[in-house]
């Protein structure tokens, strides 16, 4: 049973930082694209960025470019978005999920396995 699970959320300051790591498990050669996405209740689910099994692939949203960065350990088969500079805008409910492609538009209908979703609360 192929399975994803988020860590590292949690309340932090403005302009402070945060890492999200995405588990996978349960898939056959390893994880192939794995985006991460945020969802913030009477908002549209966002593409926050996406990396290929390879990891030369990378997208990022505008909203976050220059601040957040997507990584994978293939080995570990575990993906970090390091999140910094943190804004009140970056709150929400981040979840990672696996797909066939990573490309700009970072569309989450084509990502078919999601995880249960990690808290982020940036406040004062």
């Known amino acids: 049973q192929v399975q994803l699970v988020e860590s590292g959320g949690g309340l932090v300051h403005p302009g402070g930082s945060l890492r999200l790591s995405c588990a996978a498990s349960g898939f056959i050669g390893g994880p192939s694209t794995i985006g991460w996405f945020r969802q913030v209740p009477g908002k549209e689910r966002e593409g926050v960025s996406c990396?290929?099994?390879?990891?030369?692939?990378?997208h990022y949203a505008d909203s976050v470019k220059g601040r957040f960065t997507i990584s994978r350990d293939n080995a570990k088969t575990t993906v970090y978005l390091e999140m910094d500079t943190l804004t009140s805008d970056d709150t929400g409910v981040y979840y990672c999920a696996a797909g066939p492609l990573c490309i700009e538009t970072l569309p989450g209908r084509l990502f078919s396995t999601w995880g249960q979703g990690t808290q982020v609360t940036v406040s004062s």
């Open positions: 990396i290929s099994r390879s990891g030369t692939i990378i």
